[in-house]
């Protein structure tokens, strides 16, 4: 055997690193006329759900399109003794477990989160005489499978270059530990075109995320192109251009839905509604007041009055208009940084409060109450950030089954826990990608971004989602992500922000604690790390390079 | 007179900011056949030089190309009162003053540095009848006054679009308050490819950086394709692909000083020489010696054995072939982190050593001799790192002339004043590029990167060249620079990493205190920040987003 470089505990570079692997030293090159097909007994075989068919194309096309070559100084040369005559792989054949007809990826992508995880589990074999094997209990499975199948191989090189995979004998027996693998991307602050996007959701594919928390809207643009609310698109976006339409929206769903992916959408209320001023004055206490840092987080500021009932009844319109272009079996309300000086210095706020006889949270708590109840009837789970939870007392509209994202800091976790809501680890302090690019507010010479220096992917991956979690609340963690707030990201740095970091998110929600316990070793993953950013460049994703070249052909050579 | 936004000192949005301006409010738009002429009566009339000619074609052409619109909510449209006739500029005069054959732009990009700000001079002049006029005592001079004729004018959008300039009329002196105004690229850790070298050029341009400190080679990879030394990249280089080749080289350095700017190029020695192992073993001492902390500032370890004669014989012949390759009068030898251990412990140079009856510091300071005496012999002057005057104790072979670069810490540069040598600032504290993206060796949760967080563009621009500088030494500090060492970058992020950062230190050090002193303000800078970021993602270069564009199109909302 082969031993794995520096301290890997698999020699295969598939990230995530799959739940159970054994490796052979066998070397198998993919046939020329390789093809993915289905076993004659499944299910499958009559009847294969669309999604499923693309991605067995899409599988075989990206197999023989690869140009990335093992990373080692001799680029894997050292397995391909010239000569040697390797076995080859001609087909991979999936099998769907059970009979009946088959779901499609689409549907079992936005299963209940706690139902995910048996759905992407999948098992693979290849064997030394070149047979290799998928099989899954669902769509998504073998999905996943193939996803794990192209990170096995390897190109050769040279002028009849092939695919080989230097690991034979390979069983894997793989799922994910946690049902919530995420991604964040703000589109309000800074515009993201539909093409920016459905590469991120294919490169999110890649390495087996499953939840794109789309935070859609916010204070600075309101790029929501909704057919019964126009006017705030209309008014709201940066521009005519700069806008999803509904049917477009529609179309990255079912894109994402495709690759294993719920497309989570958040309207953020009744804070970062601000641009909401530009189509709908009336519905916005303190619109662009000053000093900005008074009324707002950040400028400009401006939140929905939400005290108003017919504030109110107007939101209701708009959720339930936003809330049937998405499929995910959640909604996000968003929830955070409200701020009360705006609203207690709003004169209308200040009459309605006094005429109803209520405090600022009781009147949270019947917007909440009211909206939350728009996002029920249509069958889906409303999201929240934590100080729904955590900054306005116990509000009896927040109710249990609330998913709660922790974004302050991830010591809140176990504070929303013993609460007995559900969590989602989101926490500044691991996971916020935008850090560390400096302040971005006008200031003389400047200074750091507001939570501290850039969060690293060894600092990501070093997370314990556990961690001041008693055993009896572990069931309660959904997973994790990271998030992009798009201060000072637009498609210029999207990928080279996100990537290869996210990867490190990707892996350490799949893998879980695994045999060695929490924090993960990043010193172990860092191979893979390596992998996988490559593997991202040979796809034409801007992942940055996280060690000089030399070092990533050198696995173990370049530790602290 | 329209007062400039927020606290600017001009509404002209000319990266760098002009040394002396005014303006009016006069809105004139450019001719369909907008052309650029040479005055009758200038010498250039019968013979204009190659490279002022295609600046010419270049600055038309990219003129006809401008999609930049005025950053303000209305995207320019409260210029352009609709029905309004606006003067037209039909064409654009250029003037040489003085007589004899005028020099090229190339020419005078390599001056000594000092002979720069007054051969970058130049005066613009645009009146409100639509004539327009640069004069210059060189090319370089109106090449420099024709980059900031591009930054004058904005699209209009709209169907029949066309370029306008909302200022006229406009009066510009301007020169630079320094001669060496340098982006560093490191280009041997990771690779970056010609066309990414000659992109960053153009953007230097852009800004009238008018130095590429070229960090040619490193221990990691050697990438300098020398025709006398070809085994230096044949065995040293990442790939056969990975290698800039003589005839490549001087391609490159043509298009620099075809742009005011000079390539000059640094091989780092006799530290980061690591991987001329690899071809001449017997060079090298310490050659991947482990634990490489001990051994070198980071991995691979190995350094020249310098105290060796045939080593120092074989070092002045490579120098005699590469500086050839190079317009300069300037060559880089580097002569940082020289590592002592690495040294002592190594057998053949402690023999050496013992049978010369030398120190480590008398080796190194025959080495310099000798190696500089290459330098010398070829009319061009060494430029090192500050160790070669701080470290080593006063080496007589590091003569008065050399320029030394400071970059441990800004307040070294006293230290190296006060031994009578001129500098260049580039200190870690302020110029680092890479730093801010995480610690890169491998280490359990990782960390920030080794000097600290991210320098911000407004660190960068709040830095005062002359701080702590006595009166009489002012003269002795050229300018000032930013380094991009290259552990976490490659071609994905180069452009993301420098752009638009790099056109604080362009303006920095091109303005000089101004009338406002120092620190300079970078809230009053900001405006003109956002506009030549935008004017750079305008010519297809992946400039950051400096604040949500909400903020880009409102100058001054946005402060802390």
Chains 1, 2 share one sequence.
Request: hydrophobic share 35%; charged share 25%.
């Amino acid at each position: 055997m082969r031993s794995p470089a520096s301290n890997e505990t698999t020699p295969l570079r598939v990230v995530p690193r799959p739940t159970r692997v054994t490796t052979g030293e066998t070397v198998l090159r993919l046939s020329g006329d390789f093809s993915i097909d289905i076993d004659n007994s499944s299910s499958l075989k009559s009847s294969i759900p669309r999604d499923l068919e693309q991605a067995i194309h899409h599988t075989t096309a990206t197999l023989h399109k690869n140009r990335h070559r093992y990373l080692s100084p001799q680029r894997g040369a050292e397995f391909l003794i010239s000569g040697t005559q390797h076995t080859e792989i001609q087909k991979l054949i999936l099998s769907l477990n059970g009979n009946g007809k088959p779901r499609s990826i689409a549907h079992d992508a936005v299963l209940p989160v706690e139902d995910r995880v048996a759905a992407e589990r999948y098992e693979l074999e290849l064997a030394t005489d070149g047979s290799a094997h998928i099989e899954a209990d669902t769509s998504l499975g073998l999905y996943r499978g193939l996803t794990t199948f192209q990170q096995l191989f390897f190109y050769s090189g040279g002028k009849d270059g092939f695919q080989y995979t230097p690991h034979a004998p390979i069983n894997i027996e793989d799922q994910p530990a946690f049902g919530w693998r995420a991604v964040l991307l703000d589109t309000s602050r800074n515009w993201f075109g539909e093409e920016a996007l459905l590469k991120m959701l294919d490169t999110m594919a890649l390495i087996k995320m499953n939840v794109f928390h789309w935070h859609i809207t916010d204070s600075n643009s309101w790029p929501l192109g909704l057919d019964d609310f126009p006017e705030l698109a209309g008014k709201g976006a940066y521009s005519p251009e700069e806008v999803y339409q509904q049917k477009q929206i529609q179309k990255i769903v079912l894109y994402a839905n495709a690759r294993g992916i719920d497309v989570v959408p958040e309207i953020d209320m009744p804070g970062h509604t601000a641009i909401i001023a530009e189509s709908h004055p009336e519905l916005i206490a303190g619109y662009q007041r000053t000093p900005f840092v008074k009324y707002a987080h950040q400028p400009p500021a401006g939140q929905l009055r939400f005290a108003d009932d017919k504030v109110t009844e107007w939101t209701k319109g708009l959720l339930q208009s936003a809330v049937t272009v998405f499929s995910s079996p959640y909604f996000g309300t968003g929830g955070d940084e409200l701020n009360t000086t705006c609203m207690m210095e709003d004169e209308e706020t200040a009459t309605t409060l006094k005429s109803k006889g209520w405090t600022l949270e009781k009147a949270l708590d019947n917007f909440t109450e009211q909206t939350h109840a728009v996002v029920r009837a249509n069958k889906k789970t409303p999201l929240v950030w934590q100080e729904m939870v955590l900054t306005h007392g116990d509000l009896p509209s927040v109710k249990k089954d609330t998913l709660v994202s922790i974004w302050i800091d991830s010591k809140d976790a176990a504070k929303v826990l013993a609460k007995g809501f559900r969590i989602v680890h989101a926490a500044a302090d691991y996971f916020y990608l935008d850090q560390g690019q400096g302040g971005w507010l006008g200031e003389e010479g400047g200074g750091d971004s507001w939570q501290g220096p850039y969060k690293s992917w060894q600092k990501m991956y070093s997370f314990d989602p556990y961690k001041d979690v008693e055993e009896g609340k572990r069931k309660l963690v959904m997973g994790g992500q990271c998030s992009l707030w798009a201060e000072q990201t637009d498609e210029t740095n999207l990928e080279t922000v996100l990537w290869p970091r996210a990867a490190a998110v990707a892996e350490l929600f799949w893998t879980g604690a695994g045999a060695e316990g929490y924090p993960r070793s990043s010193v172990e993953a860092f191979p893979r790390m390596h992998d996988v950013r490559f593997r991202m460049v040979d796809r034409g994703v801007r992942a940055i390079p996280l060690q000089p070249y030399w070092s990533a052909l050198r696995p173990g050579t370049t530790n602290k």
